[in-house]
T-cell receptor, first 114, second 115 residues
Framework: EAGVAQSPRYKIIEKRQSVAFWCNPI?????LYWYQQILGQGPKLLIQ????????DSQLPKDRFSAERLKGVDSTLKIQPAKLEDSAVYLC????????????FGPGTRLTVL | AQSVTQLGSHVSVSEGALVLLRCNYS??????LFWYVQYPNQGLQLLLK??????LVKGINGFEAEFKKSETSFHLTKPSAHMSDAAEYFC?????????????FGTGTRLTIIP
């Protein structure tokens, strides 16, 4: 079974530029999560989708971050414009259903903002 | 609000020695508890989870954890450390049921194995 795919794996941009990350969850997984992991910290949930609807985006900085999940499968996370403090690893995860089921994580995208 | 506290950002043990990584949780409702491992440049992999069945949970790679409600703890142990156990370990909590699967992670513990 293929795992969660993310691209790109690494991205370096300058502040005020825009960037987008892509995630393809495990086939059949209805729930998709985007986490931000700053160096030295645990992952922090940015947004959670159930199929193509948003379940929780309370910690998403909506003035600069946006995310969508078209057709309830792939998802993109965008930052526009980027700030220095956005430097982090962005992790995508998916799970089969709600209610404490295991979340499967992708390898992450490491973003460096200069 | 639910949270977890991991005591010790860095732990070093000798190969073959006991591994003990500490996690304490705070939750207003009975929680689900998880331990994840992260190897360099990789995503997180689930080691084990507690979801209200047995309080002693066995996971992959010889790890286990015990849920102690009276101590609000969920410490991770392994009897004999192996070089391949070197990684970062994260404890996480989510509320039980009612559709809330949001994971709140601790700050992580980096485990170093001394040959």
């Amino acid at each position: 079974e293929a795992g969660v795919a993310q691209s790109p794996r690494y991205k370096i941009i300058e502040k005020r530029q825009s960037v987008a990350f892509w995630c393809n969850p495990i086939s059949g997984h209805a729930t998709l999560y985007w986490y931000q992991q700053i160096l030295g910290q645990g992952p922090k949930l940015l947004i959670q989708f159930q199929n193509n609807g948003v379940v929780d985006d309370s910690q998403l900085p909506k003035d600069r971050f946006s995310a969508e999940r078209l057709k309830g499968v792939d998802s993109t996370l965008k930052i526009q414009p980027a700030k220095l403090e956005d430097s982090a690893v962005y992790l995508c995860a998916s799970s089969m259903d709600r209610g404490g089921n295991e979340q499967f994580f992708g390898p992450g995208t490491r973003l460096t903002v200069l | 609000a639910q949270s977890v506290t991991q005591l010790g950002s860095h732990v070093s043990v000798s190969e073959g020695a006991l591994v003990l990584l500490r996690c304490n949780y705070s939750s207003s409702v009975p929680p689900y508890l998880f331990w994840y491992v992260q190897y360099p440049n990789q995503g997180l992999q689930l080691l084990l989870k507690y979801t209200s069945a047995a309080t002693l949970v066995k996971g992959i790679n010889g790890f286990e954890a015990e849920f102690k409600k009276s101590e609000t703890s969920f410490h991770l142990t392994k009897p004999s450390a192996h070089m391949s156990d070197a990684a970062e370990y994260f404890c996480a909590v989510s509320d039980r049921g009612f559709g809330n699967e949001k994971l709140t992670f601790g700050t992580g513990t980096r485990l170093t194995i001394i040959p």
